[in-house]
């Protein structure tokens, strides 16, 4: 008979590495998990690359049983979040294990004591650091293959984590659109209506040379843009260069459609993807040899397109921009042959644009939860 449950906290960069390296070898995973590159989680861990290690108090821990690691979690208590929000509120991340509720209640059970022996009164996850980490358990919608920075865990694990007395805290969903042959003429009206009246235009981006000095700015205005949604935390101006380095090689400027004002700064934009799914599970976490072949493959083959992030300045919000940005992008994806688009995680709540999309023939074909669970005192 196999022993208890053990779960204990890493001790050195060995067990670093197995932390990161579990889930490639854990059992009874989803048959289409989509792992992320593993440079990516190296980085990720790292307070060297990883700024946001240094501004939170962290713990990770791995599950042990018979000898062998059979789980992993992460807490995060973000001070600088909580202080902003006036909350006491810990987070559990990264959690991946094998499909045993002992295993999975044993590692909540000790992110719940770290987050009372800190001072806090709720726990949430799975969550990171901010809104640009991937965020809760896929509940709906298994049958899709994951796309990249959305979870892919197994249908088994959301279960799990309620019967250790977790209730829905914030639902994300997914859209599946049809590219439509044609948008109705209302949407041109509407879109060139908004540019005329407020002196605004659209940025040509033909090359990556002509896109790469409005990477930056176009994160400042992420920054002014996304106040509201879960978790946001705003990026500094050395995290915005270390993004538009990272992901650079993956933008293709036509699928980026820019606006601006009267002063050449951001006013709206949309990036979007072709899907690369295939290709990062091809991959299996490593870029070298031939997983940046796999990706670059998979985007080329894809007639999926991914919405990746936009953003509309505050003041023009629901005055048309939306409208004006979804005809240049559609045109550009009906070009390129693509017959449909993920909409990437869209909050529940966020009724605006799910109307948008809904209006477009946008069905939900999967949904996201982030779980909560308030800390007794005592």
């Not at 799975?126 to 899709?144: C, T, Y």
């Not at 509407?190 to 700015?217: Q, Y």
């Not at 990036?271 to 799914?277: C, F, L, Q, R, Y």
Request: aromatic share 8%.
């Amino acid at each position: 008979m196999g022993r208890a449950v053990a779960v204990r906290a890493l001790e050195g960069s060995g067990d670093l590495d197995r932390f990161i390296r579990l889930p490639f070898h854990l059992p009874h995973q989803r048959p289409d998990r989509v792992p992320p590159l593993l440079m990516d989680e190296r980085e990720f861990h790292d307070p060297a690359k990883n700024p946001q290690l240094t501004h939170c108090l962290v713990e990770r821990w791995l599950a042990w049983k018979d000898g062998v690691a059979v789980g992993r979690i992460m807490g995060i208590i973000h001070q600088h979040y909580n202080t902003a929000h006036s909350e006491r509120t810990a987070r559990f991340y990264q959690l991946d294990a094998i499909r045993d509720p002992a295993v999975v209640g044993a590692l909540i059970r000790q992110v719940e004591v770290w987050a009372k022996e800190n001072g806090m009164d709720r726990v949430i996850g799975p969550f990171g650091f901010s809104d640009k980490d991937p965020q809760g358990l896929q509940i709906e919608g298994f049958e899709h293959l994951p796309v990249i920075a959305t979870p892919t865990n197994p249908d088994w694990l959301p279960p799990m984590v309620e019967a250790c007395g977790y209730g829905k805290f914030e639902d994300m969903v997914s859209y599946r659109m049809d590219i439509p042959a044609e948008l109705p003429a209302v949407y041109h009206a509407i879109g060139d209506r908004c540019l005329r009246n407020h002196g605004l235009h659209r940025v040509p981006l033909r090359t990556k040379r002509a896109l790469r000095p409005w990477v930056v700015p176009v994160l400042r205005l992420v920054n002014a843009t996304y106040g509201d949604l879960l978790g946001f935390a705003p990026m500094s101006e050395a995290e915005m260069q270390a993004l538009a380095a990272k992901y650079m090689f993956i933008l293709d400027p036509q699928l980026v459609q820019l606006i601006a004002d009267a002063n050449n700064e951001p006013a709206a934009f949309v990036i979007a993807s072709p899907d690369m799914s295939e290709g990062f599970v091809r991959a299996n976490g490593k870029l070298l040899p031939l997983g940046w072949w796999h990706i670059l493959r998979a985007m080329k083959r894809s007639k999926q397109m991914d919405l990746l992030l936009g953003a509309v300045r505050p003041d023009l919000q629901g005055r048309g921009l939306t409208a004006a940005l979804g005809v240049a992008l559609l045109e550009v994806a009906r070009q390129r042959g693509f017959t449909h688009l993920d909409s990437h995680l869209v909050m529940e709540r966020n009724t605006r644009m799910r109307a948008e999309l809904e209006r477009l023939g946008a069905v939900i074909w999967k949904r996201y939860r982030v779980y909560q669970r308030p800390l007794l005192p005592g």
